[in-house]
């Protein structure tokens, strides 16, 4: 089995803040860092980003013959027996960003410059469907159509592939940026000039970082704990 071909678009991004723009007043910049968390910490699960991705999963199941003739090994396939699939899926992701442990570890101050450094954010999974009216299968006659289950196996299959992607797909980068939105305004009502204001992620996340930032939707865990 075999993928031999992928088609990934995305779509959809929606702020929401509960803390933007609350009962702040123009201040000088030396308000005091408690007072400053305390008013991040409102904004408690800051959801940044939604993205809807399409993926189309193509998989190739020829039919092999093997065997040995003569003390000779032979592995073909067999023209009469290949059967292919085209399962479109679709999987939604959202991304928030939880200040509820937001610290003094997370601001740095000098002078009238000040860096916030965000949590690490979340990605949590709260769709993954097969387009079932959408789902093509060429069949040979001698071949059996794909079952329900290797149908599903599939779509996790599909998903997986979009979960190792996310730091290329720029959920995360939105989710800074989103972010950035909604602090800075709040930074500004207490004094600070937006070119002495720094949002960042305390690093740049790889695939190996995913595993510990996605949850599911409704599940308290993470994706590939027991």
Known sequence: MRIWGIAICMFGVSVFSACEG???????PHVDTLSLIL??????????AEYEVHKLVLKDDPLRVKGHI???QFDMEVPIGERKVAVPIDVTLKAYIDFSGFSEKNVLRSGDRIVITLPDPRVVVSSS?????EVRQFVS????????????DFTRQGEEEILKSVPDLGILE??????AHVLVPMLEGLGYEDRNIVVT???????ADIPLLLER??????IGRK
């Open 217 to 222: 939707e409704g599940e308290a865990g993470k």
């Open 22 to 28: 609350r009962g702040m007043g123009k201040e000088e």
């Open 129 to 133: 469907r097969i387009d079932h009216e």
């Open 201 to 207: 992620f305390r690093k740049r996340f790889t695939e």
């Open 39 to 48: 008013q991040v910490k409102e904004c408690a699960r800051l959801h940044t």
């Open 141 to 152: 006659l001698t071949r059996s159509d794909y079952t329900s289950a290797e149908l599903a």
């Open 174 to 179: 939105m989710a800074r940026e989103n972010a």
């Open 70 to 72: 003569f003390q000779q």
